[in-house]
């Protein structure tokens, strides 16, 4: 069996059509996992009672339990519970009318959320307790001093370690395969199927992650330029 | 008027404070002196609350708290009524100079910006930054930065400013401009309680000198009296040892 580079090309043209699905799926688990992350950082800092165990074990399940996993559980679990809960209430709602991504989306922003909240708790904790004072010196209630003062900088410090978050995310949305959503990796074995040049699908599929993981390092440097301007100069 | 009332403070077993009484008429300036560790930091952060007092009361004017019982209401009412300078400056190292004034008239005082804006270059201009407005605290030196940070506090209009060692940080070069600018809004009028280890600025600004050690009040007066008779024996050695006598005549 020889490679064919005009296999590649072609392949890589009829990828093209479902990069929007992969980023779909990596922009959606991202965003959700943020904002999981973020509530699951704060309540670990603030060690906020009953709330503050349920966010360390969910923090542990999700580092300690592979990404597919995650996902089998929601894939598997949620049908069962939402159909017992409809049969239940007679809403007459089947979990078969569930689109499949949806599964995918709910999974992985579980398993985001989980990675995530280390990265924004990493990034809370590098702001001097001194920043915190001075907002409330100058009368400001705790919430604003969060938003105001301590998130912003937090975010700043953050950038490299979300970058790494969001491309994790990007290429471990290639596991949606598992339960049927066509992202690049299905699209690449359903490319090949007719005459089996696996090797070469696959190449283009390696091909477009790490073009879009380039795009996304560029976001990421150019942000970071951006948002730590303020720590150039270094005088004192 | 600013009174306190047996403020205590401990963190875990040490007592911290005893017991403070302290009482500031309008306009006076306060210095407070003391070796370290003597609660003096303590003390004034409890007066804005950064630190919670176990028991006591303060007296801003005419809002009282009873410190056992303070709520968050409280807490925000009496930051409200005063405003700190830091030993570390603590500048929003986000924000440029200008923000970092507008900040608290902007979102606490619910001042319109543009006034806000106003109020903040006029009191910018006052410590000799008028030109660096645009400038983040990262790009300035430290007596810089602390003038922005008595700017800050300054626009906020508040009762007392309380500041915490704000030259300790310092180069020595740059200390003389940070206390020209206190000096001169001392003279405004403006309330003021200073912890500092300046003892010229002790000497020459302040109305009453505190001199506090193991948590209570040794010794407070004027400071013509504290440094030139002071009656207690601690006080004494205090300055005997931070003012020695030269070991040479001339």
């Not at chain 1, 704060?42 to 996902?71: D, N």
């Not at chain 2, 056992?68 to 830091?86: C, E, N, P, Q």
Request: proline share 5%; hydrophobic share 50%.
């Amino acid at each position: 069996m020889k490679l064919d580079p005009s296999f590649i090309w072609e392949a890589l043209v009829k990828l093209l059509p479902v990069i929007p699905t992969s980023l779909l799926i990596t922009a959606v688990s991202v965003l959700c996992g943020f904002v999981i992350g973020t509530v699951a950082a704060f309540i670990r800092i603030y060690k906020v009672p009953v709330l503050h165990p349920i966010a360390s074990a969910y923090v542990t399940f999700i580092r300690g339990t592979p990404m597919l996993t995650h996902l089998l559980i929601i894939y598997f679990g949620l049908p069962l519970m939402i159909d017992a809960l409809s049969s239940q209430l007679g809403l007459g709602f089947r979990s078969a009318s569930i689109p499949m991504i949806d599964f995918a989306f709910i999974a992985f922003s579980l398993t985001a959320g989980g990675y995530m909240s280390e990265v924004v708790r990493s990034g809370l904790l590098t702001v001097n307790r001194g920043q915190i004072e001075a907002a409330y010196a100058v009368g400001m209630t705790t919430p604003q001093a969060i938003r105001r003062i301590v998130f912003p900088q937090a975010m700043a410090a953050s950038i490299p370690n979300l970058s790494n978050a969001v491309i994790g995310m990007l290429h471990a949305s290639t596991l949606a395969f598992t339960v049927s959503v066509v992202e690049l990796f299905a699209k690449a074995q359903i490319v090949a199927s007719t005459n089996w040049k696996f090797f070469e699908a696959y190449l283009a599929a390696a091909i477009i992650f790490w073009g879009l993981t380039v795009l996304i390092e560029r976001v990421a440097v150019f942000l970071e330029k951006r948002v730590n301007s303020y720590n150039r100069g270094g005088v004192a | 008027m600013i009174k306190l009332t047996g403020i205590t403070k401990s963190f875990g077993r040490q007592q911290v404070l005893q017991g403070i009484d302290l009482q500031v008429e309008k306009g006076e300036v306060v210095v407070i002196l003391g070796p370290s560790g003597s609660g003096k930091t303590t003390l004034l952060r409890c007066i804005n609350y950064l630190e919670r007092p176990n028991e006591g009361r303060i007296e801003i004017g005419d809002f009282e708290v009873d410190c056992g019982r303070a709520s968050k209401k409280d807490i925000y009412a009496l930051r409200g009524k005063t405003a700190m300078v830091f030993q570390h400056y603590n500048l929003f190292k986000h924000k440029t100079v200008l923000e970092n004034v507008m900040e608290g008239l902007v979102i606490v005082q619910k001042m319109p910006k543009e006034t806000a804006r106003r109020r903040s270059v006029e009191v910018l201009e006052k410590v000799g930054l008028g030109e660096k407005l645009d400038a983040y605290p990262s790009m300035l030196s430290g007596g810089q930065q602390q003038r922005v940070g008595i700017a800050r506090a300054l626009a906020l209009n508040p009762e007392v400013i309380l500041f915490d060692e704000p030259t300790s940080a310092l180069d020595p070069e740059l200390v003389g401009e940070v206390l020209a600018v206190i000096r001169r809004i001392a003279k405004e009028g403006i309330t003021m309680i200073v912890v500092t280890h300046e003892m010229g600025f002790a000497r020459d600004v302040a109305n009453h000198v505190v001199f506090m050690d193991g948590g209570v009040i040794v010794e407070e007066g004027a400071p013509r009296d504290i440094f030139n008779k002071p009656r207690e024996e601690r006080t004494k050695q205090f300055f005997k040892r931070i003012m020695p006598e030269p070991a040479y005549s001339i």
